[in-house]
T-cell receptor, first 115, second 112 residues
Framework: EAQVTQNPRYLITVTGKKLTVTCSQN?????MSWYRQDPGLGLRQIYY???????DKGDVPEGYKVSRKEKRNFPLILESPSPNQTSLYFC??????????????FGNGTRLTVT | GQNIDQPTEMTATEGAIVQINCTYQ??????LFWYQQHAGEAPTFLSY????GLEEKGRFSSFLSRSKGYSYLLLKELQMKDSASYLC?????????????FGRGTQLTVWP
């Protein structure tokens, strides 16, 4: 089944403890992206990647890192999480950028709580 | 970034028709998407418009007017399962292929 898989679905951690949220897609998509979703603010892009070893900042990249060593994986790294990074995170992918015949496919989300 | 506006909440009854509006301001419009998101779930793609006019897909239609910076999503024959948040997202020509800007979403509640 074609899908975007994020893990974990739920994560509670403490301030400053490094964590990684994994994202994997099995559709051979070139483009992958991370979003966070907060009440009243909608979806905001954190980082995106056009292809292997090509990444760029979105609207809210501070406090996050990403890597794209393989086409299928795009992990989100929080080196020193803080409470303001408590949010619902979505990974998404598309075949080739965001085009009319290449809509975003979203993972099921990761709800992160930083205490 | 972009300035994308949509109503925060709407309500309607089963079987009715509802129109969810989206206005946007962008330096170089290059397409508008509508996504549906049920509570606690991932957004799913509904429609895409890049040229003016109406795109119809079953019970759902989406309209675009580029000169007015305006789009709407029309939902006909509403069903309870249509209760969800509807997200308008705009792609900017000035960006790379990778930037899509989302509105804050419209929470639609369908009553029996």
């Amino acid at each position: 089944e074609a899908q975007v898989t994020q893990n974990p679905r739920y994560l509670i951690t403490v301030t400053g403890k490094k964590l990684t949220v994994t994202c994997s897609q099995n559709m051979n998509h070139e483009y992958m992206s991370w979003y966070r979703q907060d009440p009243g603010l909608g979806l905001r892009q954190i980082y995106y990647s056009m292809n292997v070893e090509v990444t760029d900042k979105g609207d809210v990249p501070e406090g996050y890192k990403v890597s794209r060593k393989e086409k299928r994986n795009f992990p989100l790294i929080l080196e020193s999480p803080s409470p303001n990074q408590t949010s619902l995170y979505f990974c998404a992918s598309s075949l080739r950028g965001v085009t009319n015949n290449s809509p975003l496919h979203f993972g099921n989300g990761t709800r992160l709580t930083v205490t | 970034g972009q300035n994308i506006d949509q109503p925060t909440e709407m309500t309607a009854t089963e079987g009715a028709i509802v129109q969810i509006n989206c206005t946007y301001q962008t330096s170089g419009f290059n397409g508008l998407f509508w996504y549906q998101q049920h509570a606690g779930e991932a957004p799913t793609f509904l429609s895409y418009n890049v040229l003016d006019g109406l795109e119809e897909k079953g019970r759902f239609s989406s309209f675009l007017s580029r000169s007015k910076g305006y789009s709407y999503l029309l939902l006909k024959e509403l069903q309870m399962k249509d209760s969800a948040s509807y997200l308008c997202a705009v792609k900017d020509r000035g960006s790379t292929l990778g930037r899509l800007y989302f509105g804050r979403g419209t929470q639609l509640t369908v009553w029996p």
